[in-house]
């Protein structure tokens, strides 16, 4: 079955610029999303086709894509961005979606 | 602004079928061109799609759950439907319905258990 990687977690400290990387193969093909989830929440869209941003969505949060790696970049993290980010994709036909293992962003 | 509501039992036994209703606001499920998902999270996991319909009632599910999954539309009602069957303690999950990416619902947890 199709996979999408991402790292468990990932720490910076306020201020700093927090990457997040999402791998699989059918990424060069398929358009990736990104989302936040807080505790008890759910998820939230912050980017859409590899690196657009929704409205009402800081313009901290970018993405990027190169090849089968897609990344989430968040500049100037504030202590609000701490959460979980998972990414989503499609397999090579489009027709089954699939999530990344999601990745915990801790803001030191 | 469109909203999604989940609704259904919170607790399922083991081997029966689990049955969830999301209904639409502020929209017609049946208007534009829209994918209707459900996409589950047991605690402390991540995210599994579980499949999705469209707005002319076709279907896809994850292979993983397919021959267990039936998504369909009720547009009388403004809702769409989740069927799980053959439950197991695996399925126990926080169970949220979607407008294609962009419209969440606010989730809603099942239990299978005896």
């Known amino acids: 079955s199709y996979e999408l990687t991402q790292p468990p977690s990932v720490s910076v400290s306020p201020g700093q610029t927090a990457r997040i990387t999402c791998s699989g193969d059918a990424l060069s093909k398929q358009y990736a999303y990104w989302y936040q989830q807080k505790p008890g929440q759910a998820p939230v869209l912050v980017i859409y086709?590899?690196?657009e941003r929704p409205s009402g969505i800081p313009e901290r949060f970018s993405g990027s894509s190169s090849g089968t790696t897609v990344t989430l970049t968040v500049s100037g993290v504030q202590a609000e961005d701490e959460a979980d980010y998972y990414c989503?994709?499609?397999?090579?036909?489009?027709?089954?979606?699939?999530f990344g293992g999601g990745t915990k962003l801790t803001v030191l | 602004q469109v909203q999604l509501q989940e609704s259904g039992p919170g607790l399922v036994k083991p081997s029966q079928t689990l049955s969830l209703t999301c209904t639409v606001s502020g929209g017609s499920i049946s208007s534009g061109s829209y994918y209707w998902s459900w996409i589950r999270q047991p605690a402390g996991k991540g995210l599994e799609w579980i499949g999705r319909?469209?707005?002319?009632?076709?279907?896809n599910y994850n292979p993983s759950l397919k021959s267990r999954v039936t998504i369909s539309l009720d547009t009388s009602r403004n809702q769409f439907s989740l069927k799980l069957s053959s439950v197991t303690a695996a399925d126990t999950a926080v169970y949220y319905c979607?407008?294609?990416?962009?419209?969440w619902g606010q989730g809603t947890l099942v239990t299978v258990s005896s």
């Open positions: 086709k590899d690196s």
């Open positions: 319909v469209y707005t002319s009632g076709s279907t």
């Open positions: 979607a407008r294609e990416r962009d419209y």
């Open positions: 989503q994709s499609a397999d090579s036909s489009g027709t089954f979606w699939v």
